[in-house]
């Protein structure tokens, strides 16, 4: 049994893998500080509650974005779950090459992505994440990551409106019925949602005119990515398990002799 751990800014996502079977999937929020045991506890309960055994576990996969939590996190899976994690980082195998300045800049999330797609879908391709940022990768044939666009994320600029204006209140984050709003809520909505949507069509436009590389498929992922993807056609494949997965894939690399 496999535990593979996606650490955002946001949100902890732990998935489990039993051979090439999915066993689960559990979160934890970011932000919150923990102690090494709490992690350790967590970890070990969420496993057991979705009727695994921690004796089970064989490896625990790490892509992290997050640094300061990662002394106390690694700590509590060595105590309590008894292994060793792999960490995503310089010098793990993920057979994607990096074209860029100051490969080491590289975030964890933007390669665990481009090797999902790469061994899972195939190149050239652009992947969107929308999480706490919202990414677009464009991985080449060979599975090289040859550019990235960074923007705010979908929470992050709704957090930003509210947080920066006096008369916008909290507000849930979906498609409103029309753009053509008329109260503040469903004018807010209609920004963030169809804003969203504007940004994504016109990037993947700019980026495959520049790239040359019109045909490059498009993969999104992320939480709140479902609601994009079901808006536009330039998306052609929405997979939510998909950061999930090239961890997944990466152990497969570092277990390799």
């Known amino acids: 049994m496999i535990i593979v751990v996606d650490i955002g800014n946001t949100n902890i996502t732990c998935g489990i893998f039993n051979g090439e079977g999915f066993g689960g999937i559990f979160r934890m929020t970011t932000p919150m500080p923990r102690t090494s045991d709490e992690y350790g506890i967590l970890m070990r309960e969420f496993i057991i509650e979705q009727s695994h055994k921690v004796e089970d576990i064989e490896d625990v996969v790490i892509g992290s974005v997050v640094p300061n939590i990662m002394y106390s996190f690694v700590n509590g ?13 310089p010098g793990i195998k993920t057979g994607i090459k990096i074209n860029t300045e100051n490969p080491k800049e590289v975030g964890a999330d933007l390669i665990v992505d481009a090797v999902a797609v790469h061994e899972l879908y195939g190149g050239p391709a652009i992947v969107i994440d929308y ?6 990768e464009l991985v080449l044939s060979d599975g090289t990551l ?5 923007c705010p ?22 498609k409103p019925k029309s753009i053509l709003a008329k109260e503040t809520i ?51 494949i929405y997979d939510n398990m998909l950061t999930l997965k090239g961890l997944r894939e990466i152990h497969k690399k570092c277990k390799v002799k």
Request: charged share 20%; proline share 2%; glycine share 12%.
């Open 77 to 89: 899976i060595r105590k309590y779950l008894h292994v060793e994690p792999i960490i995503v980082g």
């Open 131 to 136: 999480g706490t940022a919202t990414t677009f």
């Open 146 to 150: 040859e550019a990235v666009v960074i």
């Open 153 to 174: 994320g979908i929470r992050l600029s709704a957090n930003a409106l509210f947080s920066g204006t006096a008369k916008i209140p909290e507000f849930e984050i979906r």
């Open 186 to 236: 469903s004018c807010v909505q209609a920004g963030i949602i169809y804003g969203t949507i504007g940004q994504t069509e016109y990037i993947i436009k700019k980026m495959k005119e520049e790239s040359g590389l019109h045909k490059a498929k498009v993969i999104a992922t992320g939480g709140l990515g479902v609601t994009i993807a079901n808006e536009t056609d330039v998306i052609d």
